[in-house]
C-alpha cells in the first residue's frame, strides 16, 4: 500500500504520493523507494546520500584569494585554506590591563590560516607552502592560540572577506591569554622570551618550531 499525504480539501491541492524515505539509524541508513504499490528497501551509504542530495546543489568556490592551498565545505560553512610565506609582522602585545602594549617587530615563519568569513581563523606554521597532504606542520609561535590552533579572538571582529583574515589578525591585540606553552623549543615555557629574542631580526629560526602533526589532519 502506498503512503500519500493531503491537505484539507478547502485548499484544492492534490493528495502528493510519497515515493522515497530515508531511516537514519544509529549504524545504518536504510532507503525505502515506493513504487506501484510495492516498497523495496535497502541499505545506503551516509555518502551515498549526500552526493545524490548534491548533484542537484550547484557548488563552486569562485574566484580563490592568492595563495589559497584549499577550499571546502566544511560543517560551519565555506572554509579556506590560505598561505603567508615567511615575513616581519608588527604586533601588539598587552603584558597589563590599562597599560599601553609593547611594541614587536617579528620574523614569522611560512603560515597557514583556515579561515572562513567573519570567523577567527586557526593558525599553524610550516617550514615552506605545503605541497602535500603528507607535509610537515608545527604549532605558530604566536600568542592568542590554543594548541590545535584555534584563535582566542577577544573582541576582535574578523573580516568577512577571507582574503584579509592574516593581516587582521596580526592587527589585533595579542595578549597573554589562551595557551602559549610549548611553542619553542629553546623556551618551551614562555613564548614572551621567544618574541623579545625574535624583536627585530629578520628571519625566524626554523630549527626552533615544535611539531603539530601532518597537514592532512587540519584539511580532513
Not at 537514519?24 to 551515498?48: C, P, W
Request: proline share 10%; aromatic share 10%.
Amino acid at each position: 500500500m502506498s503512503y500519500q499525504w493531503a491537505l484539507p480539501e478547502s485548499l484544492e491541492v492534490p493528495p502528493d504520493k510519497l515515493r522515497a524515505r530515508l531511516d537514519f539509524y544509529q549504524n545504518a541508513t536504510v532507503l525505502h523507494l515506493i513504487e506501484d504499490g510495492v516498497i523495496r528497501t535497502k541499505m545506503v551509504s551516509a555518502r551515498e546520500v549526500t552526493l545524490a542530495l548534491l548533484s542537484r546543489v550547484p557548488l563552486s568556490s569562485g574566484l580563490l584569494p592568492p595563495n589559497a592551498l584549499w577550499w571546502k565545505q566544511g560543517k560551519e560553512g565555506v572554509e579556506v585554506g590560505l598561505w603567508r610565506g615567511p615575513r616581519v609582522w608588527p604586533v601588539a602585545l598587552v603584558t597589563k590591563p590599562l597599560e599601553p602594549p609593547r611594541r614587536f617587530r617579528l620574523p614569522m615563519p611560512g603560515l597557514i590560516f583556515i579561515c572562513s568569513p567573519g570567523r577567527p581563523p586557526r593558525v599553524f606554521a610550516a617550514k615552506r607552502r605545503p605541497r602535500s597532504p603528507d607535509e610537515t606542520i608545527y604549532h605558530a609561535p604566536l600568542f592568542n592560540l590554543f594548541h590545535d590552533g584555534r584563535t582566542c579572538a577577544g573582541t576582535h571582529q574578523f573580516p568577512e572577506n577571507i582574503e584579509e583574515t592574516p593581516e587582521s589578525f596580526f592587527r589585533s591585540f595579542f595578549s597573554l591569554e589562551a595557551a602559549f606553552e610549548g611553542r619553542s623549543r629553546r623556551h618551551p615555557d614562555s613564548l614572551l622570551k621567544l618574541w623579545e629574542e625574535l624583536d627585530g631580526k629578520k628571519r625566524y629560526p626554523l630549527g626552533d618550531l615544535v611539531t603539530y602533526g601532518k597537514l592532512r589532519e587540519i584539511v580532513e
